[in-house]
Structure formats: C-alpha cells, structure tokens
C-alpha cells in the first residue's frame, strides 16, 4: 500500500464523522476531562507542545488553558475545521491547527517539551512509526503523554461482543485499522524506544481507555 493510499484510508472514515464526533463521545467525557487535567500538570507554562492526532481539538482546547505555545495536528481536513470554529467560540486563537501526516511531521528534530497522543494508536496503521516519530520532535527530557484503547484487555460479556462486532467491520474495510492492544504492549512498545514511565491510570474501564506519560531519555 502506498502512502497515498493510506493516507486516503485513515482520513476517509475521520471526515466522515467529524461533525458528529464529540456527540458520539459523550459517554467519554469524564476520561478526556482526565486526560486534559493530567496533561495540564506535567506541562509548563512556556513549554512548546504538540498533539498528535487531536480530531476535534477536545483535548487540545483544555490543554490550552496552561500554555499559549501549542500546535495540533491532524490528518483529517474536517476534523480540523470543526476543531478552529470550536477555538474561535471560546477565543483560544492562539492554538495553530494543522491538516498533516503525523508519521511525517514538518517540524525539526526536538521541537516539542511535550507531545501529546490521545485516542489515536489503536486506529492507525503503524504505531511504532507514530511513536518514532513523537520522538523525533520531542526534546530530550519531554514529556510523552498519551491515552489508548487496549481491546486485548478483559471486558465483560456485552462489551465483547461490540468489539467483535467493531474487528467484523475492520476486516470488511468500514473501519480502517485497528489494534487490539493490551497494556503491557503498549508499556513495552514505548521502553524500547527510550522512554521511562512517569505514571499511568486506567482513565475508563471497558474497554480499557489506559493513560501512560513518558519521559524520552
């Protein structure tokens, strides 16, 4: 597969669903005010920050809150749209959304104090190459912060059956990617690649929605 390919396959589904993407996550709230909570205390307020995959800038507009240094990036054009109307109705104008491939990032090595990852390994195509390259951008000694849906993980009997359902839809091509991880993979994934766990949390229990902030060495 090409990366025009891919690139046309991941974004395909996310403009789809960007205007109704935060109506769809309601029952998420509590774990993304988590996320942006957690975040906001491991960031300085001078601190350069990056997030990665940031849809419609849920995260990214709490975020803002502690620093006036940010860029979020996305590969869906949509999602971007519906995150700078969300910006301009509150005035956080000083966040700069970007439509961008995050394996491909167009900022130097070492550009970021922090990196931010939400809700995005477990629906992409290569996640040791997003890992890469939040690497690449992140200074040594920033801070990795992320969140990822661990399907591996034990569910109840209900729940099951939705993640069946959601790999049915994979394999016939309605969803594009998705990894079915567990938590010890994902901490193993992230150490190889010259990380150190600063804390993590399971911010939602089924499926699993698992917090991990990382130190880059």
Request: proline letters at 2%; a negative charge; charged letters at 35%.
């Amino acid at each position: 597969m090409s990366k025009k390919e891919r690139i046309q396959k991941e974004k395909k589904i996310w403009d789809e669903i960007s205007y109704r993407y935060d109506k769809q996550n309601r029952h998420l709230k509590d774990a993304f005010n988590k996320s942006i909570e957690k975040s906001k205390n491991l960031i300085n307020e001078d601190d350069k920050v990056m997030e990665i995959g940031c849809g419609t800038g849920i995260v990214t507009l709490g975020v803002a809150e502690k620093t006036e240094n940010i860029k979020a990036l996305d590969l869906s054009e949509e999602m971007i749209k519906v995150a700078k109307r969300k910006a301009e109705s509150v005035d956080k104008n000083h966040i700069e959304f970007m439509v961008g491939d995050g394996y491909n990032i167009d900022c130097e090595d070492e550009s970021f104090d922090a990196v931010l990852m939400f809700n995005l390994l477990h629906i992409i195509k290569e996640p040791l190459t997003q890992i890469r390259e939040a690497k690449r951008v992140l200074k040594k000694g920033g801070k990795l912060i992320t969140a990822t849906d661990c399907y591996s993980e034990p569910v109840r009997f209900g729940v099951k059956w939705r993640l069946i359902l959601q790999n049915i839809l994979h394999k016939f091509n309605f969803l594009p990617y998705i990894n079915n991880f567990k938590i010890e993979e994902l901490k193993e994934l992230f150490i190889a690649e010259g990380f150190k766990i600063i804390e993590e949390e399971v911010l939602y229990e089924e499926p699993v929605n698992y917090y991990i902030a990382l130190e880059k060495l």
